[in-house]
């Protein structure tokens, strides 16, 4: 019995991990559209949002109905609690990339970033990017370390965002107020797909350890 537990328990978390590289995917295809007016690209990152939900949904299922069975307490129940909330953060994470890749999608053929600020829109891709394969990581290994540098590293998303910010509101902003919700979407949908990588990072602090970071 605690054996096809384990085995249960084990096969819910290689699936988060997938989910978080469908993700990573997810947004990588996102920038590209936003960036390179990439209609496929857009595409390719619509399919893998529905792909994370639909998947996503399966798991939460699975999850409780290991909870609902097996009854664990502790640590195993910990992990079955925090791997539901990661699986909401992954959904969620889907649906911010379709979300960017939507925008390039209705202003296609025409660029969504102005030349001056496609810089910082490429660094905030970059950067959510990596905390996607961060993210991907961490649940794979549970290293408290690494998932402590990845609640750092969203300091760069939040600077990044302030920048993006400050150009849209400056007096030498030539592009219009349409060309200002839209590049103010892009940056709060970047932070938001990076705050959820951090809640799954503070997260696997929680399962190991029983206690939520500080930070």
Known sequence: MREHFDEQLEEIRANLVELCAM???????????????????????????????????????????LIARQQPVALDLRALIGGMHNIADLQRMGSLAAHIAEVARLHHPEPVVPHELRGIIADMGAAATAQAAAAQEILSTRNEVAALDLIWADERTDEL???????????????????????????????????????????????????????
């Open 23 to 65: 993700t990573e995917a997810a947004i990588d295809s996102a920038s590209r559209a936003v960036l390179d007016t990439d209609l496929p690209a857009a595409d390719r990152a619509a399919e893998l949002s529905a792909n994370v939900d639909v998947r996503a949904r399966e798991l939460d299922h699975r999850a409780l109905t």
């Open 161 to 215: 965002l302030r920048k993006l910010f400050a150009a849209t509101k400056s007096d030498d902003w030539l592009h219009g107020a349409a060309s200002a919700v839209n590049i103010t979407l892009l940056g709060r949908f970047y932070e938001r797909f990076c705050d959820h990588t951090v809640e799954i990072g503070r997260r696997v602090i929680f399962v190991v350890t029983g206690e939520f970071p500080d930070q």
